[in-house]
């Protein structure tokens, strides 16, 4: 026996390998795969073929691995009449190989190619002797040993066939036809009977000295290693193994002793994705969890459900930290540890939603393990026969989970029928499948950060450290508490709400407030689909005095990047909460919720002087190192070397540092080891500093105009820069040809030239230069019911065009609202350029001129406005007509409206007809009648 201890502490590979040693002997392992080398299929006995065959590859698991050995050894034992059959269609998993034998083995029977099954009546011959039954080995009192069965199949195999048709004699050792010596003997390799030296499997090849058989007996005695392969000694006694036990003891023994009073342990039993799905008593299959398809297992022999981390990141669900981490021991001994658990999370199963609790670990083949606790709690009986799990509902009716049999390749056609289908007229498509996941990063791939990891943990560990600067709020004079009522939040916000609150008590970050000042909550929902917790603190913003201190100029900052070729770049994790507030000044950090009052004791995001604050300490910090090989801008860390050797130190050395201040980063939104790097806004490698591109995609995939309006758009852009373009009426004139009334449009290469050249000017200095300090920046902003557009500027000078198109849902906002969504998005990406500083936005909708007065505000404008806080701009009226430039990138893909008019056209002949009285009147005849009348008027 092992002992507790050393049974815990060895690994599971070693752990098996000890079984086989104790209870499978090599010469017995030998002899199952000789068995299993020389079985053969006898008439048309198809099923007691697969059953041997299935028990053969349990038995010797180096011979029916990989798949493909599995297969060849199935095919090479069928009878000749349905091999090349099953050999030619090229299948790469053993259960449509077995399929297609059956079936092929049934055709022959039919067609009298093979001999049919033999029955039960017909179990005796005629001389009184048992036949060979091939249902033997499906009983149970009457199981017939694999090599006993083999070898009445290869006695009865010639005779059950049609007989021995040529001319070489029978032999009576082997009971096989053959010309000369018999080869069934012992084998020249390994002394072994049943197989020649050519075949052996074995790779210690037998002593050829006949003549020493002492040494021969001794070496009998002394069997191969089975864990080294040497000669001379047994496993148990193997160097290798002894030295893996002893530091596998003392690796657990500290294990348990770091785990006995904080850790939970757990027990799970995963295998491969491809063993479950070749293995009849594995349940695994494909589901929904939280609207997305995962690989579910489901173990009972794991105590708890767990998910991988690649899976949990995506998941909607907060991540709650255990108040113990939880040990969990996988299948190969190795111990991993779980320090967070999803709750509630979503699980779809054949239309029916269940509610289950994730442990993330890193996992091997599948995203999902379903453990006791969720089959426990559901009552679920897993049926390996049937490949589907049963749940038992209350309405009596059980739910059935079918899940996805394995190995079964359905709707594949071989190359001949799809050849035959296209020419029937059918429909091919070819598609590329590719893996869109990119390689998580681990801090283990890259040297140096290898060694700090608790400088990037997961979560930070609570409350800071009282550092040499801490958040101060210092308020005008005559100022008074300010408290605002909590504002109405959604039944998934107050849900998300409680959980935050939750979590920031269990930090230390806030706690209960009997404050006078009280700010409100809102929420502001993540890229991921998570909800981030913000305080409205603006009316406590507006009475609280500016802290001035200086942020760097982003130009004296590259200055300092000339001739580096290396970088590494590091973002603080939640950085503000790694600062702590002024004991005096935490009553002013209260805020009122639902479930009451609170304060905080770090640095609360939506501070007026939070970014000056915090670069205060930064600077503090990394004062040794300033301006040597290492620039500081909030939050963000950018180290430069000009070697590989120097940066390796230079990285080490501010790693150093912030494990000695107890700054955290978040691993995640880090990059090292950089020949590249992009910061703040610009391009930096061992070229240069160049410009963003992303500053001038709107400008460089302007599409070609096709109609006189676009062509008046691009040049209403162009020509508001046209006093930094030499020559621009030059340059221009073929375009402006085309928007005179009259002209036929026409593009030829004259526009086109004129197009891209002006295309480039604006797109390269001095249409486009590089900030200088940080002062005088102005944004312009427009949208349109297409597009937003914005230009940052300073002193009349652009530093960056931007643009986009509005998203589906955005087309339903209203005017308001987009005009405020682009004054957002100019902030959003140019928030590198305008935090900490003043700014000037010029937009064309008045109304947003008051946004900060406004008492009304819908959720999506308060969270808006809850960014608009964290800078210092002044929105100001620009008429629409002088906004020329955010106006063209706003409606840069706006599509010209067409109106297809007819024309009426009324003439009235009313004057040719008084023309054509006159002539006629004034005829010969016309004057006689008149005055004939007029003597008939008098006579009557």
């Known amino acids: 026996m092992l002992g507790l201890e050393t049974a815990n502490a060895t690994a599971?590979?070693?752990?098996?390998?000890?079984?086989?040693?104790?209870?499978?002997?090599?010469?017995?392992?030998?002899?199952?795969?000789?068995?299993?080398?020389?079985?053969?299929?006898?008439?048309?006995?198809?099923?007691?073929?697969?059953?041997?065959?299935?028990?053969?590859?349990?038995?010797?698991?180096?011979?029916?691995?990989?798949?493909?050995?599995?297969?060849?050894?199935?095919?090479?034992?069928?009878?000749?009449?349905?091999?090349?059959?099953?050999?030619?269609?090229?299948?790469?998993?053993?259960?449509?190989?077995?399929?297609?034998?059956?079936?092929?083995?049934?055709?022959?029977?039919?067609?009298?190619?093979?001999?049919?099954?033999?029955?039960?009546?017909?179990?005796?011959?005629?001389?009184?002797?048992?036949?060979?039954?091939?249902?033997?080995?499906?009983?149970?009192?009457?199981?017939?040993?694999?090599?006993?069965?083999?070898?009445?199949?290869?006695?009865?195999?010639?005779q059950q066939q049609g007989g021995y048709r040529g001319s070489y004699p029978k032999c009576n050792k082997c009971n096989r036809h053959h010309n000369g010596a018999c080869n069934?003997?012992?084998?020249?390799?390994?002394?072994?009977?049943?197989?020649?030296?050519?075949?052996?499997?074995?790779?210690?090849?037998?002593?050829?000295?006949?003549?020493?058989?002492?040494?021969?007996?001794?070496?009998?005695?002394?069997?191969?290693?089975?864990?080294?392969?040497?000669?001379?000694?047994?496993?148990?006694?193997?160097?290798?193994?002894?030295?893996?036990?002893?530091?596998?003891?003392?690796?657990?023994n500290n294990e348990q002793n770091n785990n006995a009073g904080n850790g939970a342990r757990g027990r799970a039993f995963?295998?491969?994705?491809?063993?479950?799905?070749?293995?009849?008593?594995?349940?695994?299959?494909?589901?929904?969890?939280?609207?997305?398809?995962?690989?579910?297992?489901?173990?009972?022999?794991?105590?708890?459900?767990?998910?991988?981390l690649r899976i949990s990141k995506k998941l909607k669900h907060p991540h709650a930290l255990l108040s113990s981490k939880r040990v969990v021991e996988i299948?190969?001994?190795?111990?991993?540890?779980?320090?967070?658990?999803?709750?509630?999370?979503?699980?779809?199963?054949?239309?029916?939603?269940?509610?289950?609790?994730?442990?993330?670990?890193?996992?091997?083949?599948f995203d999902v393990v379903i453990g006791m606790?969720?089959?426990?709690?559901?009552?679920?009986?897993?049926?390996?026969?049937?490949?589907?799990?049963?749940?038992?509902?209350?309405?009596?009716?059980?739910?059935?989970?079918?899940?996805?049999?394995?190995?079964?390749?359905?709707?594949?056609?071989?190359?001949?029928?799809?050849?035959?289908?296209?020419?029937?007229?059918?429909?091919?498509?070819?598609?590329?499948?590719?893996?869109?996941?990119?390689?998580?990063?681990?801090?283990?791939?890259?040297?140096?950060?290898?060694d700090y990891p608790e400088v990037f943990p997961e979560e930070l560990p609570g409350l800071p450290p009282h550092r040499q600067v801490e958040f101060q709020i210092e308020l005008a004079p005559g100022a008074a508490p300010i408290a605002r009522a909590p504002y109405r939040l959604a039944p998934a916000e107050l849900k998300e709400l409680s959980t935050q609150l939750q979590e920031l008590l269990d930090k230390g970050f806030i706690r209960p407030s009997s404050s006078p000042w009280g700010a409100p909550v809102l929420f502001v929902k993540k890229k991921d689909g998570t909800f981030r917790m913000?305080?409205?603190?603006?009316?406590?913003?507006?009475?609280t005095i500016k802290n001035r201190y200086p942020l760097p100029r982003i130009d004296d900052l590259f200055d300092q990047l000339q001739g580096s070729s290396y970088y590494s770049k590091i973002d603080l994790r939640s950085g503000y909460h790694q600062l702590r507030v002024r004991n005096e000044d935490i009553s002013k950090t209260a805020f009122r919720t639902r479930y009451g009052h609170y304060e905080f004791l770090v640095m609360p995001f939506g501070m007026t002087n939070a970014p000056a604050v915090f670069m205060d300490l930064m600077n503090r910090v990394c004062k040794p190192y300033l301006d040597k090989f290492v620039i500081v801008f909030i939050d963000d860390i950018l180290i430069y070397s000009k070697s590989?050797?120097?940066?390796?130190?230079?990285?080490?050395?501010?790693?150093?540092?912030?494990?000695?201040?107890?700054l955290y980063a978040k691993f995640s939104k880090c990059d090292f080891w950089l020949r590249e790097v992009h910061f703040l806004g610009h391009v930096v490698n061992k070229d240069g500093i160049h410009v963003d591109p992303a500053k001038i995609d709107s400008i460089k995939n302007w599409p070609t105009p096709k109609t006189p309006t676009e062509v008046r758009q691009f040049l209403g852009l162009a020509g508001y820069y046209r006093r930094f373009i030499k020559g621009f009426s030059k340059i221009a004139q073929p375009l402006m040809t085309l928007t005179h009334k009259g002209i036929v449009y026409k593009w030829n290469e004259a526009q086109e030239s004129a197009f891209q050249r002006l295309k480039d000017n604006l797109c390269s200095a001095p249409i486009l230069s590089l900030p200088e300090g940080s002062d005088d920046f102005v944004v312009y902003c427009d949208a349109s019911i297409h597009g937003l557009g914005c230009v940052l500027m300073q002193r009349e000078k652009v530093i960056a065009y931007a643009s986009r198109q509005l998203k589906?849902?955005?087309?339903?906002?209203?005017?308001?609202?987009?005009?405020?969504?682009?004054?957002?998005?100019?902030?959003?990406?140019?928030?590198?350029?305008?935090?900490?500083?003043?700014?000037?936005?010029?937009?064309?909708?008045?109304?947003?001129?008051?946004?900060?007065?406004?008492?009304?505000?819908?959720?999506?404008?308060?969270?808006?406005?809850?960014?608009?806080?964290?800078?210092?701009?002044?929105?100001?009226?620009?008429?629409?007509?002088?906004?020329?430039?955010?106006?063209?990138?706003?409606?840069?893909?706006?599509?010209?409206?067409?109106?297809?008019?007819?024309?009426?056209?009324?003439?009235?002949?009313?004057?040719?007809?008084?023309?054509?009285?006159?002539?006629?009147?004034?005829?010969?005849?016309?004057?006689?009648?008149?005055?004939?009348?007029?003597?008939?008027?008098?006579?009557?």
Not at 856 to 868: A, I, S, Y
Request: net charge positive; hydrophobic share 30%.
């Open 808 to 940: 589906t849902h955005e087309r339903n906002y209203t005017t308001h609202d987009l005009e405020l969504g682009a004054v957002i998005f100019a902030l959003n990406i140019w928030r590198h350029y305008l935090y900490g500083t003043k700014c000037t936005i010029y937009t064309d909708h008045r109304s947003l001129e008051h946004i900060f007065r406004q008492k009304e505000l819908n959720m999506r404008q308060r969270r808006w406005v809850e960014l608009l806080n964290d800078y210092e701009c002044a929105i100001k009226y620009h008429p629409g007509k002088a906004n020329v430039v955010a106006d063209a990138l706003s409606r840069k893909d706006t599509t010209p409206k067409r109106v297809r008019a007819l024309q009426l056209t009324i003439q009235s002949n009313l004057p040719t007809q008084i023309r054509n009285a006159q002539v006629e009147v004034l005829k010969p005849k016309n004057i006689r009648a008149e005055s004939l009348r007029g003597s008939r008027q008098r006579l009557e």
């Open 184 to 252: 069934k003997g012992q084998c020249q390799r390994c002394n072994k009977m049943g197989h020649e030296a050519k075949d052996c499997r074995s790779q210690f090849p037998a002593r050829q000295n006949q003549q020493q058989p002492q040494q021969q007996q001794q070496q009998g005695n002394n069997r191969g290693c089975f864990k080294c392969g040497a000669m001379g000694h047994m496993r148990k006694d193997c160097p290798e193994l002894n030295q893996n036990r002893n530091n596998n003891q003392g690796a657990g």
């Open 373 to 450: 606790d969720w089959l426990s709690k559901h009552r679920a009986e897993i049926l390996c026969q049937e490949k589907a799990v049963r749940i038992p509902r209350r309405s009596g009716q059980p739910l059935i989970v079918q899940v996805n049999k394995g190995g079964e390749v359905t709707g594949i056609i071989s190359l001949l029928k799809a050849q035959k289908c296209l020419q029937k007229g059918h429909t091919a498509i070819l598609a590329l499948v590719t893996d869109t996941h990119e390689k998580e990063k681990r801090i283990e791939d890259f040297p140096v950060v290898r």
């Open 331 to 365: 299948a190969n001994g190795r111990n991993i540890e779980a320090s967070h658990v999803i709750h509630d999370c979503t699980l779809e199963l054949s239309g029916h939603t269940f509610s289950i609790d994730l442990f993330p670990v890193k996992l091997g083949s």
């Open 12 to 158: 599971w590979e070693d752990f098996k390998d000890m079984i086989k040693e104790e209870y499978c002997h090599r010469d017995d392992i030998h002899k199952l795969e000789d068995e299993y080398y020389g079985l053969k299929m006898v008439g048309s006995e198809i099923e007691t073929y697969t059953k041997l065959s299935n028990d053969y590859a349990a038995l010797c698991p180096n011979m029916s691995r990989p798949m493909y050995r599995r297969i060849e050894l199935y095919i090479k034992g069928l009878v000749p009449e349905i091999r090349s059959h099953v050999t030619s269609a090229n299948l790469t998993t053993i259960q449509p190989v077995v399929r297609l034998a059956h079936k092929l083995t049934n055709q022959a029977v039919e067609e009298g190619r093979l001999p049919k099954r033999i029955s039960a009546a017909e179990g005796t011959s005629s001389d009184g002797k048992r036949k060979w039954d091939g249902n033997q080995g499906k009983d149970a009192n009457s199981t017939q040993a694999p090599a006993q069965q083999r070898k009445t199949d290869n006695n009865k195999g010639t």
């Open 644 to 662: 590989q050797e120097e940066h390796e130190r230079h990285l080490r050395l501010i790693l150093e540092l912030l494990h000695k201040e107890q």
């Open 270 to 308: 995963v295998i491969g994705a491809g063993e479950a799905r070749n293995d009849p008593n594995v349940v695994a299959g494909k589901f929904l969890l939280d609207d997305r398809y995962v690989s579910v297992l489901f173990d009972s022999g794991a105590d708890a459900s767990y998910v991988s």
């Open 534 to 543: 913000c305080i409205d603190y603006r009316e406590l913003n507006k009475v």
